[in-house]
């Protein structure tokens, strides 16, 4: 995993990534005033007096927000201080009113936590490794200019002004854009478990400040840049990516690395200059002085701890040594809150209808969803939460299968059905006549029919070609529509070939 | 008979309740009184409307027989620093000019639940960032007072709340409400013969109260007498969920527990409060008020505030430091004044927007936070005077083991001449040294009148006492007020 390098004219180079993650707290309200947070409201109509920052207004911590990042952090293991503190942050820009932003500096929310991750969390033999997470801490949002509505004004949209985020700051303990990449998709996965942040990277709600270095193996580390606001895990990767080799022809060619915000072009692929350290604001951090420290009491705490859900790792885990999922399937399962909770839907009410436990009935249940049904899903172009299907329905599904009703192919062919018209499976397999057949004279009536016109093949089979019984199988299945038994498909063909 | 504006707050709201005259009167009278006080500046904006509105209630609630609201019909001056919801609200200062604010602030938001009427906005040092009115940037409030020497010269009324106290001195309102940072309150009331508390950090919201210094900025009351402090800071106080600083805590009936009987009170003199080179006249003053009240039954005993003298210094860091901060908002954008010069961007709009909006002490004190802020200058000024805040307040801890309450002078000298010291900043600022400490330490503090000095000029003691217990301070207040009979008031020349 750490064996990635960069091959320079000068030898190997060693890639040192940090991220800082900024999610948006999934709460109704700001951080800090009333105001709503629902994304895609037309302009400046979530903006409350606070957030406009008109004379004499005072911010409210939202104790939502705050208990959001509070089990972020327990989630992540991390500690939490139950003693923190809001400061200002200074500069001035058209898209923050107050002329500061709230955020914590000198003593944040949460402090050192871990996250584990595995570059192929698919391979169980994937090698495991921990990143450092150095901080959260809770800041306001700004709000958002506009450059495209008049040929030579700016506009301002305040509806994000005030909305709360979490910044989630890791250690420099990355080494390759794979292991960022897998970092930041973990650390979505967990947000979403605990459902603190939608991670919804497109409309913004999580974005990434890069920060990359790079050094020969070994080394001190070098100087850093730091590519702001990146949007996605792929352009994470990317940026790291073309940022590193820059470096790297930077320092071959002689020169330094120059501490600087950069930003990333995704139609380029590449990273260009912002602003130098020289040029960097003064933030003048302070205290608050309209806010109190933040004194968080044990039975608040104990609150946030028993509305943590079961996290990814604890669940694949329990779906490999309790349920006896192969790694591969407890993987995929788990990588989703989403997912998981379809499936554990689709099991409870699978063990349910065939009166089994969950572990007798996860294996098949698992490799239906993974293979089937996401399959299906792949190709309308739909994620398990849109599923047409639900576990309920699945869970009938399976349910014929396994009471022998239906054939595992006649399934495929009711999923389909059920896809497109959202009829429960019982129903498709009476309205078609899909019921699986065990009426021996029927099948074998058709076997005749079918030994009948291939003689040939009949001579041929007790010639010794005993490789030819699948196809008489095969015949047999055609001729009775899919609907017989395989079994006494398979006994009688035996009796009559003799 | 006695005229209607000579009443203050208890005898108007009694007389009304009691039926010898009409809210409608007392609000007629006192806007006239108001509307022939031009000269002395101390309304940016009068609200006869508002007042009247207020007697009409109260005089309609009395016909129908209903209970009056504590301070029904009785009409006050809002210094300007308090958002009105559709009155004109500057601050002082010209970057707001024009600013409508579409709320209420909290604090008057409860006087007028509590059926007070507003006769105007009342001048002040802008952003309350002064201590003789003079940086207002509407012209300065002249003080209703002149020296007896015969000589013309125009006083001030003290700052920054110089409009309340030229307002209640001159008899052109009952009672107004003020704002205390550093002694805003304290020190206009000593220099114009009224009285004025500024409550226990937190007790009065800053929710629509615009901000100077978020940590020490606090409303209070200023009238005629310690029983007009008392009622209505009453109302004034009280929790308030919009401002997280707000204390949650119950209001006592301050009133009713009024008592000038100071027997088993222990009153401490600072003895770092006695500096070099204080004019006899306040020294003597000082005494007085410690005879009188050994007289109300006090016992006085000599404490220590060791970190006094590092008051003044921490304090014009932090303040400076949170204005920096506070005022950043004023950017021309949302409201008040914007100066757009042709062709201007961004940075330069917001340059030209605070040049000619801040006046020259707002600017000094936006430069000055903004400087001891700065990254390489902020342990060495703004951690260093937190520490010293830190300090200040366990020195007062530590005296109120020895005793109760503290008695010192407010000011260390009478109403100075307007001019007399707008040249020199640290002059200005030496005027706080008394009121400061107990701003850093959060502590309920008033001032009294205690007597003249010989120029006939208006002196005040002041009290301080524990975080909460603002009834000590105002019967403290009450026992010295009693003994000093201070009677005298400024002859209308305007």
Not at chain 1, 468 to 491: D, H, I, R, S
Not at chain 2, 33 to 38: D, F, G, L, P
């Amino acid at each position: 995993m750490s064996s990635y390098r960069i091959q320079g004219a000068t030898g190997e180079w060693e890639v040192v990534i940090g991220l800082e993650v900024h999610a948006q707290v999934t709460s109704k309200a700001k951080l800090f005033s009333g105001a709503s947070t629902a994304f895609g409201a037309e302009p400046n109509t979530q903006v409350s007096l606070v957030d406009a920052a008109m004379p004499g207004m005072l911010p409210v911590p939202n104790r939502e927000c705050i208990r959001q990042a509070v089990r972020t952090g327990m989630a992540l293991n991390a500690v939490i201080n139950k003693w923190s503190r809001f400061d200002r942050k200074n500069y001035f820009y058209a898209d923050l009113p107050q002329g500061y932003q709230i955020s914590q500096l000198y003593h944040p929310l949460v402090g050192e936590g871990v996250i584990e991750v595995s570059l192929d969390e698919k391979d169980p033999e994937a090698e495991i490794k921990q990143i450092g997470v150095e901080r959260i801490h809770v800041e306001q949002d700004a709000g958002k200019l506009m450059h495209d509505q008049h040929p030579t004004r700016s506009y301002v949209d305040l509806n994000r002004s005030g909305v709360a985020l979490m910044e989630i700051v890791s250690r420099p303990d990355m080494r390759s854009p794979a292991e960022a990449g897998a970092y930041l998709t973990k650390l979505r996965s967990i947000l979403r478990y605990v459902g603190s942040c939608d991670g919804n990277m497109d409309q913004g709600s999580m974005r990434a400040d890069v920060n990359v270095s790079v050094r020969k193996p070994g080394e001190e580390l070098g100087t850093r840049t730091e590519t702001k606001n990146v949007n996605s895990v792929r352009f994470v990767m990317a940026a790291i990516e073309h940022e590193a080799m820059r470096q790297v022809d930077v320092l071959e060619s002689g020169s330094k690395i120059v501490q600087e915000t950069r930003l990333f072009d995704p139609d380029k692929g590449e990273t260009r200059s912002m602003r130098s350290k020289e040029e960097a604001h003064d933030y003048r951090y302070f205290p608050d002085p309209d806010l109190l420290p933040l004194v968080l009491d044990d039975a608040f705490l104990d609150e946030c701890r028993a509305t943590l859900p079961e996290l990814p790792d604890a669940k694949r885990r329990r779906y490999e040594t309790d349920l006896g999922l192969p790694a591969y399937n407890a993987a995929v399962l788990t990588a989703e809150a989403e997912t998981a909770r379809w499936f554990e839907a689709l099991l409870a009410e699978s063990a349910r209808i065939q009166k089994k436990g969950e572990a007798e009935v996860a294996k098949a249940a698992s490799n239906w969803l993974i293979s089937e049904l996401f399959g299906a899903l792949n190709r309308l172009g739909k994620d398990i939460e849109h599923s047409p299907v639900s576990p309920e329905q699945g869970a009938e599904l399976l349910g014929l299968v396994a009471d022998g009703t239906i054939s595992g192919s006649i399934a495929k062919q009711v999923l389909e059905i059920m896809l497109e018209t959202g009829d429960a499976p019982g129903k498709i397999v009476e309205d078609k006549g899909l019921k699986q057949t065990s009426d021996t004279g029927a099948i074998e009536a058709e076997i005749a029919k079918v030994l009948e016109a291939n003689q040939d093949k009949v001579a041929e089979y007790r010639g010794g070609k005993d490789k030819l019984f699948g196809f008489f199988v095969g015949q047999t299945m055609k001729a009775m529509q899919g609907k017989a038994n395989p079994q006494v498909v398979n006994e009688l063909l035996k009796k009559a070939l003799g | 008979m006695t005229e209607l504006t000579d009443l203050g707050v208890r005898a108007l709201r009694d007389g009304i309740r009691g039926g010898e005259f009409s809210a409608r009167e007392v609000a007629d009278a006192y806007t006239d009184q108001v509307s022939r006080a031009k000269e002395l500046n101390a309304f940016l904006v009068e609200t006869p409307d508002h007042a009247l509105a207020a007697a009409k209630a109260a005089d309609d609630a009395r016909a129908k027989g209903d209970t009056l609201a504590p301070l029904a019909g009785v009409p006050l001056g809002i210094k300007d620093l308090f958002c009105t919801k559709g009155v004109e609200a500057t601050a002082g200062s010209h970057i707001l000019e024009g600013f409508k604010p579409p709320y209420e602030s909290s604090v008057s938001q409860r006087l007028w639940d509590a059926g007070a009427g507003m006769l105007g906005k009342l001048n002040m040092d802008q952003f309350a960032m002064g201590s003789s009115n003079e940086t207002s940037a509407f012209g300065n409030v002249k003080s209703p007072w002149r020296r007896s020497d015969g000589g013309n010269a125009v006083l001030t009324p003290g700052g920054s709340s110089g409009g309340s106290s030229a307002a209640v001195a001159a008899r052109l309102c009952p009672a107004a409400t003020g704002t205390d940072t550093g002694g805003s309150i304290r020190q206009p009331a000593s220099f114009t013969g009224i009285s004025g508390i500024k409550p226990t950090y937190g007790r009065c919201s800053r929710w629509g109260v615009i901000a100077f210094a978020s940590s020490l900025d606090q409303a209070g009351a200023m009238a005629r007498d310690v029983t007009d402090c008392a009622i209505l800071l009453e109302q004034m106080a009280g929790f308030d969920p919009k401002d997280a600083t707000s204390l949650d805590a119950p209001v006592p009936n301050w009133e009713a527990g009024l008592s000038s009987d100071l027997k088993g009170k222990r009153i401490g003199v600072p003895k770092e409060y006695r500096m070099d080179g204080m004019p006899a006249e306040i020294e003597a003053l000082w005494q007085q008020g410690i005879d009188w009240v050994k007289d109300a039954g006090a016992e006085v005993l000599e404490v220590s505030l060791p970190h006094t003298k590092y008051a003044l210094p921490a304090y014009y860091i932090i303040a400076p430091a949170e204005a920096s901060s506070n005022l950043a908002r004023y950017d021309g954008v949302r409201y008040g004044q914007r100066d757009l010069p042709d062709g201007a961007n961004l940075q330069e709009m917001y340059a030209a927007t605070r040049d000619h909006g801040f006046g020259d002490e707002v600017k000094r004190r936006v430069i000055i936070g903004t400087y001891v802020l700065s990254a390489g200058f902020y342990d060495a000024y703004y951690t260093q005077a937190q520490k010293v805040r830190t300090l200040i307040a366990r020195d007062f801890d530590m005296a109120w083991q020895d005793c109760d309450l503290l008695l010192t002078p407010t000011a260390p000298s009478a109403a100075f001449g307007l001019g007399e010291k707008s040249d020199d900043p640290i002059a200005m600022y030496l005027n706080d040294v008394f009121t400061v400490p107990s701003s850093l330490a959060g502590l309920p503090a008033m001032s009294v009148p205690g007597g003249l000095d010989k120029q006939g000029l208006p002196l005040g003691l002041q009290v301080i006492g524990k975080a909460m217990d603002e009834q000590g301070v105002l019967n403290a207040g009450l026992a010295l007020e009693e003994r000093a009979g201070f009677r005298a008031r400024p002859e209308a020349w305007w």
